[in-house]
């Protein structure tokens, strides 16, 4: 009977299923953000400066949690620095953006979502992306100095979150679901 039921059951890929797609759907979104914002980095001639300027000026560079790592390895590296955030936003988001692609790609039948070897390795590419991405969302946040949300009558009109405080748990989920896919996969 179980062979029965096997051979009338279309095959699901090991990586996952609808709530997987729905997954990458809110990844392709979160990369195709980081890589606008790289990409705005990578036009802006004087994104270097500008960087060690927002570093050195903002309040969670003088006091918090980062002042110390701010004081003592950013502001002397600023060019380094700026080079690092600029390269990391440009290419995770790509990462994520592909690995979306690739997750919504074995939802289709085959040939075209014929399971392949180099599976694993994108998902654990996309999670490292999503991680590292999330981690710098976090700094930044913290370097701003911003408040915890909170409910305040200013956020009338906009949002009591800022982005890169929203794009922190979305980020380490995306990296929790696709470490999770690679080690399905392997």
Not at 31 to 53: N, P, R
Not at 75 to 90: F, G, H, K, Q, Y
Not at 156 to 178: D, G, K, M, R
């Amino acid at each position: 009977m179980s062979g029965r039921f096997a051979a009338t059951t279309a095959r699901l890929p090991r990586s996952g299923n609808t709530a997987l797609a729905a997954g990458a759907l809110v990844q392709a979104a979160i990369g195709a953000e980081f890589v606008l914002a790289g990409l705005s980095k990578l036009v802006d001639a004087e994104f270097g400066t500008q960087f060690k300027a927002f570093v050195q000026g903002s309040p969670g560079a003088k006091s918090g949690p980062l002042a110390g790592l701010m004081q003592s390895l950013v502001v002397p590296n600023s060019s380094l620095m700026a080079e690092i955030a600029r390269w990391t936003e440009l290419l995770g988001g790509v990462i994520l953006v592909l690995a979306a692609v690739e997750v919504l790609r074995r939802r289709l039948a085959a040939p075209v979502g014929a399971q392949h070897v180099y599976e694993p390795l994108v998902a654990l590419c996309s999670s490292v992306a999503a991680f590292a991405l999330g981690a710098m969302s976090l700094s930044i946040y913290l370097i701003e100095g911003a408040p915890i949300p909170r409910v305040n009558p200013g956020f009338a009109f906009t949002s009591p979150v800022t982005i890169e405080l929203f794009l922190v748990p979305l980020a380490f989920c995306i990296a929790w679901l696709e470490f999770a896919r690679y080690r399905a996969l392997r």
